[in-house]
């Protein structure tokens, strides 16, 4: 009969900002499915004591008392891969060190967590034959939560799987915040972009004196009419025009220039440098709140300079020329 297994296990991407009291509810969330799991665990022993005393019987090995039989049957098992049972969790600090625990909790009394602030965490559990890991590490590259249940096709493992996969959609980011987490990865590609955009409103700066020059005074000879007398004068503008001729004008660039350095440079340091991995224990709790509330000034600052540079002149444009039809 075919059976449908879905995946027991999944990630989500930075940046991970994590409160003490997601770090709680994750703690209670364990506890409560591992009794669920220690019962699974003993339901499978007992069936495993059972099959081997209804081989033994039909052995003809089966001592004469049952009842020790079945009880040195289960100390083999439980002292075997069934009688699995351990939860470990390793914390990783800014300054290099690590801390061994049981749960955020315990971590969470220990000295350390009020002097370093810790970065990443490697947490596993076993009980019986389901296993746990979940492991939150940020490098050059990326950054990111992994959780990973086994077996997939046992349906404890699934239940597990899905109580800590709701508290994963909890603690996600923002759909905009992983964008900016991912862009910080790959700094390189909005400082590549600024660069050339930079020389490109250099060239539209000092260019735009010139065109602006020389429109000026073909609207002017529009104006008043081309006549035998200006006929010259018409004809240089035009050849001008075309040709690009640098006009007898300042070529400073002009403060819309130095608004788009400025605010640019601000913006590329911005997404260069976000949030990633930051656990609300000890000084990481105020750590957290400052974050959240530079991610929010930074969803206003960001898409104001696009606004300001890219969206409002568009509007700007538009609505001119809508008037001057």
Not at 124 to 133: A, H
Not at 137 to 145: A, I, K, P, Q, V
Not at 223 to 232: C, D, F, R, V, W
Request: some cysteine; overall charge neutral.
């Amino acid at each position: 009969m075919p059976e449908l297994i879905y995946p027991t296990r999944t990630k989500i991407r930075g940046p991970i900002l994590i409160s003490a009291a997601s770090l709680r509810e994750l703690d209670s969330i364990l506890a409560e499915q591992m009794q669920s799991l220690r019962s699974l665990q003993s339901q499978m022993v007992e069936e495993r004591v059972d099959e081997t005393i209804e081989e033994s019987r039909k052995g003809g090995t089966l001592g004469m008392d049952v009842e020790e039989e079945r009880k040195r049957y289960r100390k083999i098992f439980r002292s075997g891969h069934l009688g699995n049972e351990s939860t470990s969790l390793v914390l990783y600090f800014s300054n290099g060190g690590r801390l061994k625990a049981k749960s955020f909790q315990e971590a969470a009394a220990h000295a350390e967590i009020s002097q370093n602030l810790a970065t990443s965490f490697n947490l596993s559990v076993e009980c019986g034959t389901i296993s746990l890991r979940m492991t939150a590490e940020s490098d050059s590259f990326d950054t990111e939560l992994t959780l990973d249940v086994s077996p997939s096709d046992v349906e404890a493992s699934k239940n597990l799987f899905s109580a800590l996969k709701r508290w994963l959609r909890e603690i996600q980011a923002p759909r905009l915040q992983q964008w900016w987490c991912t862009i910080g990865h790959a700094r390189f590609v909005p400082w590549t972009a600024f660069v050339i955009a930079l020389f490109i409103a250099l060239g539209a700066s000092l260019g735009n004196p010139d065109s602006n020059y020389y429109k000026e005074q073909a609207r002017e000879l529009v104006k008043q009419g081309i006549s035998p007398a200006n006929q010259q004068k018409a004809l240089e503008t035009l050849l001008a025009l075309e040709s690009d001729y640098i006009a007898p004008v300042s070529h400073g660039v002009g403060h819309w220039f130095w608004f788009f350095f400025i605010g640019g440079t601000i913006v590329c340091l911005i997404l260069s440098y976000p949030p990633k991995i930051v656990l609300g224990l000890g000084v990481g709790e105020d750590k957290i709140v400052r974050w959240r509330r530079w991610t929010r000034l930074v969803l206003v600052v960001v898409p104001g300079f696009i606004a300001a540079n890219f969206v409002y002149p568009f509007i700007i444009q538009v609505i001119k020329r809508f008037v001057s039809q």
